[in-house]
């Protein structure tokens, strides 16, 4: 999930002009994209909204045999260009590639009910995971700059406010 996140941070920075240095993550569920110019807001703000967004197509689509191949393609050839451009480490460009094929794998090799119930689950942890990401940012991690913390400096609003309100959003998509 760490993954989409960071992700989301590339395609921000892609859609509003940003240069992407690289992008890491590691397995304690941390991670960091070095952005240089780009829309500071937009670029905060995408590793919920992008987790959020792409759990819940992923959970969508599992409902859509359609939809889910191209949407799972798509998802595919994202995460192999990233992995294979950006991601910095061994490992991480190992679970890049592994996450790839996984997405790549369960639609086509997998009967469809097991598939279907995979995605689900996935799509749910993913959404389940920004809820878990904004507890992090706000009340256990001190060691990092954290996303409500820029948007904070570049908005004036409190990381708590802008915590709480994605942590509703979140909460308010999870549960519907």
């Not at 689509?61 to 393609?73: A, E, G, I, M």
């Not at 009340?139 to 409190?158: A, H, K, M, P």
Request: aromatic letters at 14%; proline letters at 2%.
């Amino acid at each position: 999930m760490v993954l989409i996140h960071e992700i989301s941070h590339v395609l921000a920075a892609v859609l509003s002009g940003g240069e992407i240095k690289f992008l890491t993550f590691n397995l304690n569920l941390s991670g960091q994209t070095i952005i240089k110019n780009g829309n500071a807001v937009l670029l905060a703000a995408s590793g919920y909204l992008g987790s959020l967004m792409v759990g819940s197509m992923i959970y969508l689509t599992s409902f859509y045999p359609r939809f889910k191949k191209w949407f799972l393609n798509i998802l595919v050839l994202i995460i192999l260009i990233v992995t294979i451009n950006l991601i910095q480490g061994g490992i991480q460009i190992f679970l890049g590639l592994l996450v790839s094929a996984f997405f790549f794998i369960i639609p086509r090799y997998f009967p469809e009910f097991l598939a279907n119930i995979i995605l689900r689950f996935i799509g749910l942890v993913s959404c389940f995971y920004v809820l878990a990401d904004i507890k992090e940012d706000l009340l256990t991690s001190t060691l990092r700059e954290t996303d409500t913390q820029i948007l904070e400096y570049i908005t004036g609003v409190s990381a708590t406010a802008i915590g709480l309100s994605w942590f509703l959003i979140s909460a308010a998509v999870v549960f519907y």
